[in-house]
């Protein structure tokens, strides 16, 4: 219930041209239009870029081999059990569309916690190493 009352609240405190007060119309308005001009689009588009650089994404999963073996034996051990999607979610608490994207490799970083749940649900346990770098 609190979700659903924080998103009607942030709903009602989003200003749109329908529910400006009047006093701040013309402010509103003005805004509207420097955004949509070309040289505040590619001075956004710059900034961006300047904090992409700075601060680069993530690597998926495919360029982590290490992580990307981790989840494709985690899959392959669900699989072998013959647990489905929502088995695994009864046993772990962890909702079917965050296991899909796990075993897919669409969470970049997944937690320690989240993996070590999973594991668990299945039987399993992780056994974490320190090794030298290649």
């Given at each position: 219930m609190g979700e659903t009352t924080d998103r009607t609240d942030r709903e009602r405190r989003r200003l749109t041209p329908g529910n400006v007060p009047a006093e701040l119309r013309e402010s509103y308005e003005r805004r509207r239009v420097e955004r949509q001009a070309t040289e505040y689009q590619e001075a956004l588009r710059r900034d961006i870029e300047a904090i992409r650089a700075e601060f680069p994404p993530k690597p998926a999963p495919a360029e982590q081999p290490e992580l990307a073996d981790v989840l494709a034996r985690l899959r392959d051990e669900?699989?072998?059990?013959?647990?489905?999607?929502?088995?695994?979610?009864?046993?772990?608490?962890?909702?079917?569309?965050?296991?899909?994207?796990?075993?897919?490799?669409?969470i970049p970083n997944p937690s320690l916690g989240l993996l070590e749940t999973y594991a668990r649900a299945l039987g399993k346990r992780f056994v974490w190493a320190l090794q030298e770098a290649l």
């Amino acid at each position: 219930m609190g979700e659903t009352t924080d998103r009607t609240d942030r709903e009602r405190r989003r200003l749109t041209p329908g529910n400006v007060p009047a006093e701040l119309r013309e402010s509103y308005e003005r805004r509207r239009v420097e955004r949509q001009a070309t040289e505040y689009q590619e001075a956004l588009r710059r900034d961006i870029e300047a904090i992409r650089a700075e601060f680069p994404p993530k690597p998926a999963p495919a360029e982590q081999p290490e992580l990307a073996d981790v989840l494709a034996r985690l899959r392959d051990e669900r699989t072998r059990l013959g647990l489905s999607m929502a088995e695994v979610q009864q046993r772990t608490g962890i909702d079917a569309a965050t296991i899909t994207r796990l075993e897919s490799g669409r969470i970049p970083n997944p937690s320690l916690g989240l993996l070590e749940t999973y594991a668990r649900a299945l039987g399993k346990r992780f056994v974490w190493a320190l090794q030298e770098a290649l």
